[in-house]
């Protein structure tokens, strides 16, 4: 197992960071390759990624919560239930995937119209999410292992294998998109076949590493091992951070059906968009992954203080950075918005996008540290409390009210947006500090090492 020192922010966030901006550049050089086919194309991937998104949420119901408790028991010492929980985690998200998979690859077309996808680039839709979407499977072992294996303190091995595989996923682009080496053009199908390969690849790294992660290697019989209790606290803990991840992925898939409505031009603008704010907030959501990790280490070893502090450290360091970031891009912004597309309308609108989110970037930290370091310590169905209406009301809301029936466009999907992050953000930092005073770490901090001390001394090993 990791030592304690491979737990702190700065070791478990560096190979997240790293494989998010890995991720990013392997993400916009696809995107530059997809354009190569046309805007509609891009617009596709766009809608229909976002669309995934929302999907993959369901394999976060049991991911998720197995995550938190698996850094909970190796910070109180419990390593059989950690190995316990991780190898349930795999074979119960493993099978929604595949029911998942089934349902996704069959109703692919329809699944497309009801989103409301523009009826010129529908019939490209269907052909794409029906590939992609009948390998989600994959997908959610995927997250389900990489998961699994960062909650012991091992950030580093997925991000080696990330990097692998988005590395192959350009050059199978490149093959099946332009036809190298003797290969068929086949354009967005292409596309498809590429990502669904290269995340089977993936899975059969990610499992042989998952077996080696837990002390001993795990036997083949511990798969077939069920503790109904700790299948209920999984539950306990992923259900409302599933509800609440699902809410706001499907709120998006909602505003981009908004989108869609405006037309072909804002949703291939917001799709570009999509790809270069995700430079923007990276390093920030990587702090607040490993922020998430570190506080549920410390909190099941009673080590309180330190919890507490850690949601601070990582928020102020991820507002500074993602605030450069943005500022990079809009320092750059002509050279890489030219890369994507040539239509002026779209790169004048994206440039004023970008401005707004020096205003929104900054309040997106401000949810992510604090809505993680709260799922850390089980207080994720607050969050979900708080979460669903906000987005609900304020983002898409006012994505209807401004962006639509007042025509404000783009403009207005983006003022919805930043009410959302901010309303949450000031109510989770509310709950946050409430919780230091009278709530889950309401007790003397300085007494928090010793308190530490004593209930390692009586956990049985």
């Keep these: 197992m990791k030592a304690e020192k491979n737990m702190t922010l700065w070791a478990l966030s560096w190979p997240v960071m790293i494989e998010m901006f890995l991720q990013f550049a392997i993400g916009t050089t696809d995107t530059l390759m997809v354009s190569r086919i046309s805007d509609d194309a891009v617009a596709v991937v766009g809608f229909s990624n976002q669309f995934f998104n929302a999907v993959m949420i369901v394999f976060m119901l049991v991911a998720s919560g197995a995550g938190i408790l698996i850094a909970q028991r190796l910070g109180a010492g419990k390593q059989q239930d950690a190995r316990t929980l991780a190898t349930m985690a795999i074979v119960i998200t493993g099978g929604i995937g ?53 909650n012991t303190g091992d950030t580093r091995s997925p991000m080696y294998i990330a990097f692998g595989m988005n590395i192959a996923h350009v050059i199978l682009n490149a093959l099946f998109i332009f036809g190298l080496l003797g290969f068929p053009k086949w354009g967005l199908f292409g596309v498809a076949l590429s990502t669904v390969i290269c995340r089977f690849l993936a899975i059969i790294l990610l499992f042989r590493l998952f077996r080696h992660a837990y002390g001993s290697k795990i036997a083949w019989a511990e798969f077939f091992r069920f503790d109904l209790k700790l299948f209920k606290e999984i539950f306990r803990i992923g259900w409302p951070m599933s509800v609440s991840g699902g809410s ?57 203080k330190d919890a507490y502090y850690t949601c601070y450290k990582a928020m102020g360091i991820g507002m500074i950075l993602v605030s450069v970031n943005t500022g990079l891009m809009l320092l750059f912004r ?53 979460s669903i209406p906000s987005m609900w009301v304020l983002s898409v809301g006012l994505t209807y009210a401004l962006g639509l029936s007042l025509e404000w466009g783009l403009y207005g999907v983006y003022a919805g947006m930043i009410m959302d992050e901010y309303v949450r953000g000031v109510i989770m930092w509310l709950r946050w500090r409430r919780h230091r005073k009278v709530g889950i770490f309401a007790i003397d901090f300085s007494h928090s090492t010793e308190l530490r001390k004593v209930k390692a001394a009586n956990t049985t090993l």
């Design 98 to 150: 595949l029911v998942v998979s089934i349902g996704l690859f069959l109703g692919a077309n329809w699944f497309a119209a009801v989103l409301q996808v523009p009826v010129e680039i529908r019939a490209l839709a269907g052909t794409y999410m029906s590939i992609v979407g009948g390998g989600m499977v994959l997908t959610a072992l995927n997250i389900a292992l990489s998961t699994c294996v960062r």
């Design 248 to 304: 706001y992925n499907i709120s998006q898939l909602a505003i981009m059906s908004l989108v869609g409505v405006m037309g072909a031009q804002e949703l291939a603008a917001r799709t570009y968009m999509n790809t270069m704010e995700s430079f923007a907030f990276m390093v920030g959501w990587s702090l607040a992954l490993a922020a998430q990790i570190r506080i549920s280490y410390l909190f099941g070893s009673g080590n309180y």
């Design 334 to 386: 002509e050279q890489i918005l030219t890369y994507f597309t040539g239509d002026p309308w779209i790169i004048d609108m994206a440039v004023t996008l970008l401005w707004l989110n020096l205003i929104l970037q900054p309040g997106k930290m401000l949810n992510m540290a604090l809505g993680q370091s709260i799922n850390a310590i089980g207080d994720g169905r607050f969050s979900m409390l708080v």
